[in-house]
């Protein structure tokens, strides 16, 4: 027996192994255990299918996402394609109707027929043009004796009127168009406003029916 013993204790001392040691190695048959899970997991057929459908799924949504941008892209630019383009020829009618006021201010042309045949010729002219807007779809603002609307109207001047409401516009300065359901410029316009007088008088009553 105490041979055995003494042997057992001469294989240790051969043999030394301090605490640290230990550690050391079930840290390493620990680390070497989560790698082989690891690279378990990394290669599992059911996570990679699922990861590549995932992946397939994104890049069809971005596909559709791009497919549908460039839908309305060329829609757009079908329908406004000429937007600029519209937008310039409106300076034909706005330089008629000026030379039409300039004509109908002359005083050497006023009241004779050679003025009355320019001006039959201007209109005739500017029909003409509004008919060649209105085929492609470039129509003018109707705003007379409507409320403002900042969405098709520009309030330019407020006018003292007390038979309209105030807001109501009174005077075209400039007209406004659109191109289908798209605004190409606004109708610069004046609008109505209460006399002077007539909001004093407003806030007389006010001030005598406080006073009651």
Do not use: W
């Not at 299918?49 to 069809?60: G, M, P």
């Not at 949504?61 to 409106?90: C, I, P, T, V, W």
């Amino acid at each position: 027996m105490e041979k055995e013993q003494n042997q057992i204790n001469k294989d240790d001392a051969q043999n030394p192994k301090n605490d640290s040691e230990e550690l050391a190695e079930n840290s390493a048959e620990n680390s070497n255990t989560n790698s082989d899970e690891k690279n378990s997991k990394e290669i599992d057929p059911n996570n990679k299918i699922l990861e590549l459908e995932d992946k397939l799924t994104r890049t069809f949504a971005e596909m559709e996402n791009q497919r549908r941008r460039f839908e309305k892209e060329k829609d757009d630019a079908f329908e406004y394609g000429g937007f600029s383009f519209a937008k310039e020829a409106l300076n034909l009618i706005d330089n008629i109707e000026r030379s039409k006021q300039i004509l109908q201010n002359d005083v050497s042309l006023k009241d004779t027929e050679a003025l009355k045949k320019i001006l039959e010729h201007i209109d005739i002219i500017n029909k003409d043009l509004l008919s060649v807007f209105s085929k492609n779809n470039i129509k003018p603002i109707e705003c007379l004796n409507k409320k403002l609307d900042p969405n098709f109207h520009q309030a330019m001047i407020e006018i003292e009127n007390d038979e309209k409401d105030p807001g109501t516009i009174i005077q075209e300065i400039q007209k406004g168009f659109t191109i289908k359901d798209r605004l190409l410029r606004p109708s610069l316009v004046g609008v109505s406003k209460k006399t002077v007088n007539q909001d004093r008088k407003i806030e007389e009553n006010q001030e005598n029916l406080e006073k009651k």
